[in-house]
């Protein structure tokens, strides 16, 4: 079975969202082991200089770098990466399966999205959108695309 990682700064603060997670972690149950790591956002001043967001990017990105699975494919989500239709990741998780891959690990940064070194870790770039989305949000949407993409490979009408 299909490893599927999610690591992400900061925890989820509103019940809605808690509950959206549960709920596609269930539903994500019978195609994929999915583990959520959370880490801790590194706490930033109200006013941040540049210097001091990217030593919280740095000191978060070490933290992320460490909990990557050995082996695994790994996507940044990040805002200069590529956009994909719902069809077009379900394709590409179909094919990094093929391809081998057991472990396929997704990173999403705090507010101040990842550092240059996570990228460079990455296999791939991905953006959801142009529009600007908070991280917790993003998780939950992400977690519906994989649940989506898993459903489009299974030929279900939960897709339309």
């Given amino acids: 079975m299909l490893n599927v990682n999610i690591i992400c700064i900061g925890k989820l603060k509103e019940n809605y969202l808690r509950d959206a997670q549960s709920e596609y972690s269930k539903r994500l149950t019978p195609f994929c082991k999915l583990n959520i790591i959370e880490l801790d956002e590194y706490a930033l001043p109200q006013n941040p200089s540049d210097a001091q967001i990217n030593q919280g990017l740095e000191k978060e990105g070490k933290q992320i770098l460490q909990k990557i699975p050995a082996g ?18 379900s394709a590409e998780i179909d094919a990094l399966k093929v391809d081998g891959k057991s472990d396929i690990t997704f990173i999403i940064g705090g507010s101040f999205g990842l550092s240059d070194e996570v ?42």
Avoid at 132 to 147: G, K, S
Wanted: glycine share 4%.
């Fill in 72 to 89: 695994s494919f790994v996507y940044a989500m990040c805002i200069e990466g590529k956009q994909r239709s719902s069809t077009d990741l």
């Fill in 119 to 160: 990228k460079a870790r990455a296999d791939r770039k991905l953006s959801m959108s142009l529009m600007t989305f908070p991280h917790q949000l993003a998780r939950v949407m992400l977690l519906e695309q994989l649940y989506r993409s898993f459903q489009i490979s299974s030929g279900t009408k939960y897709h339309k």
